[in-house]
C-alpha cells in the first residue's frame, strides 16, 4: 500500500522559511508525480508544486513562485518542499500527495498523506 506522510509543520515567523518533508513507502521510488497543496479552513486546496520523474519537471503556484523549491531524495524516497520569505497567507495545511507508475502527471493525485499544519505569525 503507498502510503505518504507529510511533516515539518509547526510555527514560523514571517520572513523565515518554511521546509515540509514527504516521505513515502509501499512503492518503489521511481516514476512519480508528487505534489504539494495547501488548504486554509473554508477556502479552496490549492496546488503549491510539483515535481515528476524521471521527466524533473516542477511546476510552482503564482503564490509561492520565485519564493519555493521542490526537490527530491530518491535515496530517502522523500520530497521537500522550502518556502522561504513566508508570508502570514502561507499559513495553511499541507499536504503532500502522489501519483506512481508510468507517465505520472501532477494532477489527479491517487493516493495523499494527511497534512501537516503550517502557522506564520506576522
Known amino acids: 500500500e503507498v502510503q505518504l506522510q507529510a511533516s515539518g509543520g509547526g510555527l514560523v515567523q514571517a520572513g523565515e522559511p518554511l521546509r515540509l518533508s514527504c516521505t513515502t513507502s509501499?512503492?518503489?521510488?521511481?516514476?512519480?508525480?508528487i505534489g504539494w497543496f495547501r488548504q486554509v479552513p473554508g477556502k479552496e486546496r490549492e496546488g503549491v508544486s510539483c515535481?515528476?520523474?524521471?521527466?524533473?519537471?516542477?511546476y510552482y503556484a503564482d503564490s509561492v513562485k520565485g519564493r519555493a523549491t521542490i526537490s527530491s531524495d530518491n535515496a530517502k524516497n522523500t520530497v521537500y518542499l522550502q518556502i522561504n520569505s513566508t508570508k502570514p497567507e502561507d499559513t495553511a495545511v499541507y499536504y503532500c500527495?502522489?501519483?506512481?507508475?508510468?507517465?505520472?502527471?501532477?494532477?489527479?493525485?491517487?493516493?495523499w498523506g494527511k497534512g501537516t499544519l503550517v502557522t506564520v505569525s506576522s
Open positions: 500527495a502522489g501519483n506512481f507508475g508510468p507517465t505520472p502527471e501532477c494532477y489527479d493525485m491517487a493516493y
Open positions: 509501499g512503492y518503489t521510488f521511481g516514476d512519480y508525480a
Open positions: 515535481i515528476t520523474r524521471p521527466a524533473n519537471i516542477t
